[in-house]
């Protein structure tokens, strides 16, 4: 007689069962953009849109000044704290393209 095939709970090829599908389809989902907290701030990252320049400095007077702001932070403020440098989703390449 021959072996029976078992098959793994959990393995390469094997169905998922997505216990969220029927609420986010029905509308009853909920997402971080849906939380509002008393009190809640928001961050704006703003990067330079010219790719490789020098950033010889940066006047945050006005952000500064502006209604509701709580704080403004330059990546020099980052560097002082010790936060270093912010991740981004797209990979770093040399000014000749290479990566």
């Given amino acids: 007689m021959a072996n029976p095939v078992t098959v793994e709970k959990f393995g390469v090829g094997q169905s998922v069962r997505r216990i969220e599908d029927p609420r986010l389809l029905q509308g009853?989902?909920?997402y971080a953009d849906d939380v509002s907290l008393p009190h809640q701030a928001y961050a704006v990252v703003v990067r330079s849109?010219?790719?490789h320049a020098a950033v010889r400095s940066i006047?945050?007077?006005a952000?500064?000044?502006a209604a509701g702001v709580?704080?403004?932070f330059t990546g020099a403020d980052l560097a002082a704290d010790g936060i270093g440098d912010l991740p981004t989703d797209k990979s770093r390449k040399r000014r000749d393209g290479s990566p």
């Fill in 28 to 30: 009853f989902g909920r």
């Fill in 49 to 51: 849109p010219h790719a």
């Fill in 70 to 72: 709580l704080a403004v």
């Fill in 63 to 65: 952000a500064r000044a």
């Fill in 59 to 61: 006047d945050t007077s």
